[in-house]
């Protein structure tokens, strides 16, 4: 059964950092809605109610785009292991881009994470748990290289290039706020 908390308690805390991958939701007022897969070492919870995750160079930069209209974010974590659990955490959430205020600072809770284009910081008024039942259970075997070394091929030059291309406005044609 489904239980609600106004905070991140201690432990939904390490339920969070034992997961291996999370999902974020977000929706401008018109257009698609946006679920995306994050993975790798991107999340960290700073405290009871923030949450804040780093976002590589990618092929869409839908959230940020999202958030500039309607800064609503749902971020979802599920367990895949022997205990069943689904987490979803619920707030507002900003935009941080390189050369804004904060950014080094946050960049910092981070290991060195090649091709950073935002940072999303997560203001967090609700978690919810639920069963998980239906969630398969399944075996994490590791972080994949790829994205890794695809963003070092392109080097900084070619991620700029990239991010000029795919990642100023949404699908639905809205701008991400990323600097030119």
Not at 98 to 105: A, K, T
């Amino acid at each position: 059964m489904g239980k609600q908390f106004p905070e991140i308690s201690p432990k939904l805390r390490a339920f969070i950092e034992a997961q291996h991958l999370f999902f974020v939701a977000t929706a401008a007022r018109d257009g698609r809605v946006n679920v995306s897969p994050k993975g790798l070492d991107s999340l960290r919870v700073v405290d009871a109610h923030r949450v804040v995750w780093v976002n590589a160079v990618g092929s869409g930069n839908e959230t940020a785009a999202h958030l500039l209209d309607h800064p609503r974010m749902t971020l979802m974590f599920c367990s895949f292991d022997a205990k069943p659990q689904i987490l979803r955490l619920y707030g507002t959430a900003r935009a941080i881009h390189r050369g804004d205020d904060g950014w080094d600072e946050l960049l910092g809770l981070f290991p060195e994470f090649v091709g950073a284009r935002n940072i999303f910081d997560v203001a967090v008024d609700l978690a919810q748990t639920s069963c998980g039942f239906g969630v398969p259970l399944m075996d994490f075997v590791s972080d994949r290289d790829t994205m890794s070394d695809w963003l070092v091929k392109k080097g900084d030059g070619g991620l700029r290039a990239y991010e000029r291309q795919h990642n100023l406005v949404s699908l639905d044609g809205l701008p991400t706020g990323l600097p030119t």
